[in-house]
């Protein structure tokens, strides 16, 4: 003969069972799925300054500036198992020495139901691009998209999207204080 509270923890067993195995579900149903995509990344009008960087070390820097044209289509990202994605944009050079410094520009959150056709024209960087040092003149620069996949269960996903673009900024500095818009951000 069953208690109530025998049949009360059997239906509580039964249930967090069925949520265990849905969950799952969700999870293996999208283990499979890579969440690439392509991106238009341009960079315009990059330049380099000298400028004091008070945030680090104080010393003259240089300071790259440009302005970013993006253009994407995130909506084959969202299937029923994405939440929300965070998008950075990182900046990759080689220096005499590192082998790699990696910059982030840029970045920005899509939620489910949010707009994610993304098209932006020329909007300057939202964080400052400073090399800890003086290399950015005649450098060249890399730029990717990349995205983390926070999803309702399982990985959390790291994607390097399809389609970087490179560039090389000029061999002189600017000196002229007028000729570029400031990030949008702080870091
Ligand atoms: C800059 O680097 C990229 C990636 O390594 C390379 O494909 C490109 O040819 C380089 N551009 C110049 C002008 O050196
Ligand atoms: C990567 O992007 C290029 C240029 O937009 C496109 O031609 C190519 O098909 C894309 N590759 C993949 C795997 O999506």
Do not use: C
């Not at 998008?87 to 939620?111: C, F, G, H, M, S």
């Not at 999207?161 to 007028?178: C, E, K, L, M």
């Amino acid at each position: 003969m069953h208690s109530f509270l025998s049949r009360a923890n059997t239906l509580f067993a039964f249930t967090i069972t069925v949520l265990a195995v849905l969950t799952t579900g969700v999870f293996v149903s999208t283990f499979f799925e890579e969440y690439r995509g392509t991106v238009s990344i341009g960079a315009v009008r990059p330049i380099v300054k000298h400028m004091t960087d008070f945030s680090a070390n104080r010393k003259k820097n240089d300071l790259g500036v440009l302005q970013l044209t993006l253009d994407m289509d995130l909506n084959p990202l969202f299937d029923w198992n994405v939440k929300q994605l965070f998008l950075y944009l990182v900046a990759e050079y080689v220096t005499p020495a590192n082998t790699l410094n990696q910059v982030v520009l840029w970045d920005k959150i899509v939620r489910r139901g949010e707009e994610a056709r993304l098209s932006f024209h020329e909007i300057a960087t939202k964080y400052y691009f400073w090399d800890d040092g003086e290399h950015l003149r005649s450098n060249n620069v890399t730029l990717s998209l990349n995205w983390n996949i926070i999803s309702n269960a399982g990985r959390l996903m790291h994607v390097r999207a399809n389609g970087s673009t490179s560039f090389v900024f000029p061999d002189q500095y600017i000196t002229s204080r007028t000729a570029s818009p400031k990030p949008s951000g702080q870091q």
